[in-house]
């Protein structure tokens, strides 16, 4: 990943504090203006030269991620290192599982464990993920037809799977904290990708892949909600590559502050980002491209919440609705410039990119 500057709660010139963010006219790095242009014609010639001079076996495909991955995070970043930090079944003897039942019973196990996942599961509903509990992906491995339910939980990992074709939710977290999702990969799936509600807190949902899917991340199920949600449905949301999804990457309802950074949009259908009801959402070093909505306020009947946005590229994008304030991001952080998101994201995002 390179060396990166660390950032926490807002910037004030070139520190950070933790006081309100406020929304002022949406800022970014946009393209365009002669003096880029011709250095882009330049860098254009020069990589068609390079391209046409190299064996055909080093030219990559417009839609094939970079050979060489970003190193794995031993910890999550974000909140879920809040809270007293998220470590799943910490040091516990992994125990390797490839069926359906066998994932079902250590899932639901009272115990603290590290469950192995190995080959293709095929399933159907909703598995229920119980505390203490860290499940990695062996290479390869599948999550086909059902999704996980973390319910009721607190410190839980899930790592390096490809759930795809869920009947529910690939990943549903409710009235759970400490809860760390990376490095996975989904796709076509029924209802929400990683949908997180009902009072859940201190989550990071990071370095995952999204593809051919609708809805994607809700993040908050009910404006009628807000007896539970208030001060909770706290979420950072970072290295992400939404690829060519529909819509809630994410949808938030009462979460704030709520950190959307350094996530990787290419070709999104219906809108990036949505802040509602009494949302605040920090949208932060992303790279939105072929995405006529990035962001917005309201959402539906879900009116307007706040939304801060900084540092954004867009490349053939629209640049979105920002305004209000967000509350301070407590931790620190690692910020890659927007201008690197894309190839630092489709070389690391989904699982098969990390070995753990």
């Not at 790279?287 to 801060?308: C, I, M, Q």
Request: charged share 15%; aromatic share 6%; hydrophobic share 35%.
């Amino acid at each position: 990943m390179g060396t990166r500057g660390r950032t926490a709660g807002t910037t004030t010139g070139s520190r950070t504090t933790g006081s309100l963010t406020t929304g002022t006219p949406t800022t970014g790095t946009l393209i365009g203006g002669l003096a880029v242009a011709a250095a882009a014609a330049t860098a254009l010639a020069t990589a068609l030269a390079t391209a046409l001079a190299a064996p055909a076996s080093a030219v990559q495909r417009a839609d094939e991620p970079p050979a060489a991955a970003p190193a794995a995070e031993t910890s999550p970043v974000g909140w879920a290192s809040q809270g007293g930090g998220t470590t799943g079944g910490g040091g516990t003897s992994p125990t390797t599982v490839n069926s359906a039942s066998a994932l079902k019973t250590a899932l639901s196990s009272g115990s603290a464990a590290v469950i192995r996942v190995s080959g293709t599961i095929s399933c159907s509903g909703m598995l229920k993920v119980t505390s203490n509990k860290t499940v990695i992906g062996n290479s390869g491995a599948t999550i086909a037809g059902c999704g996980f339910n973390v319910a009721s939980a607190s410190n839980v990992i899930i790592r390096n799977l490809s759930f795809r074709d869920w009947d529910d939710d690939g990943i549903n977290v409710q009235y759970s904290t400490r809860v760390w999702i990376d490095h996975n990969s989904f796709s076509n799936g029924y209802d929400g990708a990683v949908d997180i509600k009902r009072a859940s807190d201190y989550v990071t949902v990071s370095w995952n892949k999204f593809s051919s899917h609708d809805k994607t991340m809700l993040l908050g199920h009910s404006d009628d909600n807000g007896s539970e949600d208030r001060g909770h449905l706290r979420v950072t949301y970072h290295h992400n590559w939404f690829n060519g999804t529909n819509q809630r990457h994410p949808r938030v309802r009462f979460g704030n502050p709520v950190h959307v950074y350094n996530n990787y949009y290419a070709g999104i259908g219906s809108y990036g980002v949505a802040s509602t009801k009494e949302a605040g959402v920090l949208v932060e070093g992303n790279s939105f491209e072929n995405t006529k909505d990035p962001y917005h306020r309201g959402e539906g009947s879900s009116p307007a919440g706040n939304l801060v946005a900084r540092n954004n590229q867009f490349v053939n994008s629209g640049t979105g609705d920002a305004g209000g304030s967000v509350a301070g991001i407590p931790y620190s952080y690692p910020l890659d410039a927007a201008s690197s998101v894309k190839s630092i994201v489709t070389g690391g995002a989904g699982a098969g990119r990390i070995s753990i």
